[in-house]
């Protein structure tokens, strides 16, 4: 029941946009959205809780679309500081209580 | 405390021996979770506490995975007789309210290599 992410991994020049997609077999209470830089703990980016709902904060923003049980991850402007492994973690309306974490995509931001 | 601390950091164990990893949580959050990471993969969910109670252990590999939690706050994980495939980092993480809805804060993690 892991989610899905694509793509694996992604290579941006600073100032180039990107998306990571996060899919679900199973209908979601909600989607989480975290960073992970090498060797660091994972840091807490957002969470979608409704279907529809979207957030950004900085210049990555996220959409969830319930009905397809499907998440965007949307990075316009990219900074070096964005590089990391991205992970999309859902909790499903059959067991709510526990995030569950996608394999994650690798993104490196040069210069 | 100012985050979720874990220790050790690293630990180095010979196949067949018992080790225990400690989360201090931040001071006041709920629900801590146990989460297991393979090298170049993500989270794996093992277990799930709110207070001092374990509402969730289904990710527990085996029954030589125990975790407590007795007074709702510091937790360990332990594991009995090591095997190799054991060798992962160990992420505990602490939340404010229910996971549903909730960010959670997690610790550095325990680097567990079994030799």
């Known amino acids: 029941q892991q989610p899905v992410q694509s793509p694996q991994a992604v290579i941006l020049r600073e100032g180039e946009d990107a998306v990571i997609n996060c899919s679900s077999s199973?209908?979601?209470?909600?989607v989480h959205w975290y960073r992970q830089k090498h060797g660091e703990a994972p840091v807490f980016l957002m969470i979608l809780l409704k279907g529809g709902e979207q957030k950004g904060h900085d210049k990555i923003s996220a959409s969830f679309n319930e009905k397809k049980q499907q998440s965007s991850l949307y990075l316009t402007a990219s900074q070096l500081s964005y590089s990391g492994t991205y992970f999309c973690?859902?909790?499903?309306?059959?067991?709510?209580?526990?995030?569950?974490f996608g394999p994650g995509t690798s993104l490196s931001v040069i210069p | 405390g100012a985050g979720v601390s874990q220790s050790p950091r690293y630990k180095v164990a010979k196949r067949g021996q018992d080790v225990a990893l400690r989360c201090d949580p931040i001071s006041g959050h709920v629900s801590l979770f146990w989460y297991q990471q393979a090298l170049g993969q993500g989270p794996e969910f093992l277990t799930y506490f709110q207070n001092e109670a374990q509402l969730d252990k289904s990710g527990l590999p085996s029954d030589r995975f125990f975790a407590e939690r007795p007074e709702g706050s510091v937790s360990t994980l332990k594991i009995q007789r090591t095997q190799q495939e054991d060798s992962a980092v160990y992420l505990c993480?602490?939340?404010?309210?229910?996971?549903?809805?909730?960010?959670?804060?997690f610790g550095q993690g325990t680097r567990l290599t079994v030799v």
């Open positions: 973690g859902s909790v499903m309306k059959t067991s709510y209580d526990k995030v569950i």
């Open positions: 993480a602490s939340s404010l309210g229910q996971p549903l809805n909730t960010e959670a804060f």
């Open positions: 199973k209908a979601l209470y909600s």
